[in-house]
């Protein structure tokens, strides 16, 4: 379940689960491909919105190797890590066909996870990165 704010904060406050080889008609893949693009956009633009800040702080630091600024800069940082970490902890994976005990099934969700938040962080911060040339 996603959440948010007016100020545009949103948090995965449930365990959200997805089952990657279900069964379903063509309209009920619709409808979850339609869910989960009006629950995901906002959430990208929101992340969007931090590199773009993130980028700024950046540029500053590089110009004026101020150590506040650059505290505020690596912070960010690891704050963003840790947020991609736990934001996508939250979903776990089912249904793969090869994976019949409830361990291997939870071993191989934890590392889609990560994979895709590691995915994730570091697009992010590649395009932070490009932001400041």
């Known amino acids: 379940m996603v959440g948010g704010n007016s ?9 959200k689960k997805i089952n990657l080889f279900t069964k379903k008609t063509e309209a009920e893949w619709i409808k979850a ?3 989960f693009f009006l629950k995901a956009t906002p959430i990208w633009f929101d992340w969007l919105k931090w590199i773009f800040i993130m980028g700024a702080i950046q540029v500053v630091a590089d110009k004026t190797h101020d ?8 912070s960010s940082y690891v704050l963003l890590m840790f947020y991609m ?3 996508f902890d939250k979903i776990e994976f089912n249904g793969a066909p090869l994976i019949k005990s409830e361990r291997r099934r939870l071993i191989t969700s934890a590392m889609l996870s990560t994979l895709l938040g590691s995915g994730v962080y570091y697009l992010l911060l590649h395009l932070a990165g490009q932001l400041k040339t």
Request: aromatic share 4%; hydrophobic share 40%; no cysteine.
């Open 7 to 15: 100020g545009g904060e949103r948090l995965m406050v449930d365990r």
């Open 33 to 35: 491909q339609d869910d």
């Open 67 to 74: 150590p506040l600024v650059r505290l505020i800069n690596g």
């Open 85 to 87: 970490i736990a934001y």
